[in-house]
Protein backbone atom coordinates (compact mmCIF):
# COMPACT_ATOMS: atom_id res chain seq x y z
CA UNK A 1 0.00 0.00 0.00
CA UNK A 2 0.94 3.45 -0.99
CA UNK A 3 1.82 5.79 1.91
CA UNK A 4 -1.51 8.33 0.92
CA UNK A 5 -3.84 4.97 1.05
CA UNK A 6 -2.46 4.12 4.49
CA UNK A 7 -2.87 7.79 5.76
CA UNK A 8 -6.55 7.47 4.05
CA UNK A 9 -7.19 4.34 5.36
CA UNK A 10 -6.99 5.32 8.79
CA UNK A 11 -9.18 8.46 8.48
CA UNK A 12 -11.95 6.48 6.93
CA UNK A 13 -11.49 3.40 9.82
CA UNK A 14 -12.02 6.13 12.12
CA UNK A 15 -15.63 7.49 10.92
CA UNK A 16 -17.09 4.87 9.38
CA UNK A 17 -17.48 1.51 11.03
CA UNK A 18 -15.96 -1.50 9.48
CA UNK A 19 -18.79 -4.00 8.69
CA UNK A 20 -22.41 -4.97 9.01
CA UNK A 21 -23.34 -4.94 12.75
CA UNK A 22 -26.39 -7.35 13.98
CA UNK A 23 -29.74 -4.91 14.49
CA UNK A 24 -31.98 -6.15 17.25
CA UNK A 25 -35.50 -5.04 17.34
CA UNK A 26 -35.88 -1.85 19.65
CA UNK A 27 -37.73 -2.69 23.45
CA UNK A 28 -38.94 -0.19 25.67
CA UNK A 29 -39.60 -1.03 29.69
CA UNK A 30 -43.12 -1.00 29.80
CA UNK A 31 -44.95 -1.21 33.28
CA UNK A 32 -46.38 -5.01 32.73
CA UNK A 33 -49.23 -6.40 34.43
CA UNK A 34 -48.59 -9.56 36.60
CA UNK A 35 -51.39 -11.40 35.06
CA UNK A 36 -49.40 -11.17 31.67
CA UNK A 37 -46.33 -12.76 33.07
CA UNK A 38 -48.42 -16.21 32.83
CA UNK A 39 -50.72 -18.23 30.06
CA UNK A 40 -53.22 -18.82 33.06
CA UNK A 41 -53.72 -15.29 33.76
CA UNK A 42 -53.91 -14.29 30.13
CA UNK A 43 -56.42 -16.91 29.37
CA UNK A 44 -58.45 -15.96 32.77
CA UNK A 45 -58.43 -12.01 31.08
CA UNK A 46 -59.41 -13.64 27.34
CA UNK A 47 -62.25 -15.52 28.78
CA UNK A 48 -63.37 -12.57 30.98
CA UNK A 49 -63.56 -10.24 27.93
CA UNK A 50 -65.07 -13.07 25.55
CA UNK A 51 -67.08 -15.40 27.39
CA UNK A 52 -68.55 -17.13 23.98
CA UNK A 53 -64.67 -17.72 22.25
CA UNK A 54 -65.42 -21.34 21.94
CA UNK A 55 -68.11 -20.30 20.01
CA UNK A 56 -68.15 -17.42 18.18
CA UNK A 57 -66.14 -16.50 15.29
CA UNK A 58 -66.00 -12.86 16.19
CA UNK A 59 -64.78 -13.07 19.39
CA UNK A 60 -62.13 -16.01 18.76
CA UNK A 61 -60.20 -13.15 16.45
CA UNK A 62 -60.83 -10.74 18.31
CA UNK A 63 -59.13 -12.78 21.34
CA UNK A 64 -56.67 -14.12 18.88
CA UNK A 65 -55.92 -10.20 18.26
CA UNK A 66 -55.34 -9.41 21.55
CA UNK A 67 -53.37 -12.31 22.04
CA UNK A 68 -51.22 -11.08 20.00
CA UNK A 69 -50.64 -7.41 21.21
CA UNK A 70 -50.21 -9.03 24.59
CA UNK A 71 -47.66 -11.09 23.92
CA UNK A 72 -45.93 -8.30 21.54
CA UNK A 73 -46.69 -5.67 23.78
CA UNK A 74 -45.96 -7.09 27.22
CA UNK A 75 -43.71 -10.10 26.42
CA UNK A 76 -41.67 -9.15 23.94
CA UNK A 77 -41.38 -5.21 24.62
CA UNK A 78 -42.11 -4.05 20.77
CA UNK A 79 -43.10 -0.42 21.18
CA UNK A 80 -46.49 0.29 19.79
CA UNK A 81 -45.01 1.82 16.42
CA UNK A 82 -43.77 -1.50 16.04
CA UNK A 83 -46.85 -3.17 16.90
CA UNK A 84 -48.96 -1.16 14.18
CA UNK A 85 -46.52 -2.18 11.82
CA UNK A 86 -46.19 -6.25 12.76
CA UNK A 87 -49.76 -6.31 12.62
CA UNK A 88 -50.84 -3.59 9.97
CA UNK A 89 -53.32 -1.71 12.25
CA UNK A 90 -53.68 1.79 12.65
CA UNK A 91 -52.38 3.48 16.03
CA UNK A 92 -55.63 4.14 16.77
CA UNK A 93 -56.37 0.50 16.99
CA UNK A 94 -53.28 -0.38 19.16
CA UNK A 95 -54.13 2.06 21.54
CA UNK A 96 -57.04 1.34 21.89
CA UNK A 97 -56.88 -2.33 22.13
CA UNK A 98 -54.38 -1.62 24.83
CA UNK A 99 -56.28 0.21 26.92
CA UNK A 100 -58.92 -1.87 26.75
CA UNK A 101 -56.90 -5.37 27.71
CA UNK A 102 -55.65 -3.02 30.85
CA UNK A 103 -58.80 -2.71 31.89
CA UNK A 104 -60.19 -6.35 31.50
CA UNK A 105 -57.08 -6.93 33.86
CA UNK A 106 -58.09 -4.47 36.15
CA UNK A 107 -61.35 -5.89 36.54
CA UNK A 108 -63.36 -3.52 34.60
CA UNK A 109 -65.19 -3.98 31.39
CA UNK A 110 -63.89 -2.73 28.31
CA UNK A 111 -65.44 0.49 28.31
CA UNK A 112 -63.74 0.86 32.01
CA UNK A 113 -67.33 0.62 34.11
CA UNK A 114 -67.79 -1.53 36.79
CA UNK A 115 -68.38 -5.57 35.99
CA UNK A 116 -71.41 -6.48 37.19
CA UNK A 117 -72.57 -10.32 37.80
CA UNK A 118 -76.21 -9.50 36.85
CA UNK A 119 -77.26 -9.44 33.27
CA UNK A 120 -80.47 -8.13 32.07
CA UNK A 121 -83.43 -6.16 33.33
CA UNK A 122 -83.39 -5.39 37.09
CA UNK A 123 -86.67 -7.32 38.71
CA UNK A 124 -89.39 -5.39 40.41
CA UNK A 125 -89.05 -6.17 44.11
CA UNK A 126 -91.83 -8.48 45.47
CA UNK A 127 -95.01 -7.28 47.16
CA UNK A 128 -95.71 -8.67 50.15
CA UNK A 129 -98.18 -10.89 51.45
CA UNK A 130 -100.08 -8.16 53.51
CA UNK A 131 -100.54 -5.78 50.36
CA UNK A 132 -101.78 -8.74 48.48
CA UNK A 133 -104.30 -9.86 50.68
CA UNK A 134 -105.50 -6.06 51.52
CA UNK A 135 -105.52 -5.31 47.79
CA UNK A 136 -107.81 -8.49 46.84
CA UNK A 137 -110.38 -7.10 49.62
CA UNK A 138 -113.65 -5.40 48.43
Not at 21 to 30: D, E, G, L, S, V
Given at each position: ??????S???????????????????????R???????????????????????????????A????????????????????????????????????????????????????????????????S??????????
Open positions: MSRNSKLRGQVDATFPQGYQNAKARTHKHVPLWTSSDKGIQEVLLRAFPELSTNDAQRDAARWTRVIQLYFRTGYTRKQITEEMDLTASQINNCLCRILRVGKGLRTNGKPRGGKRGRPKKPAKSATLFLGSRR
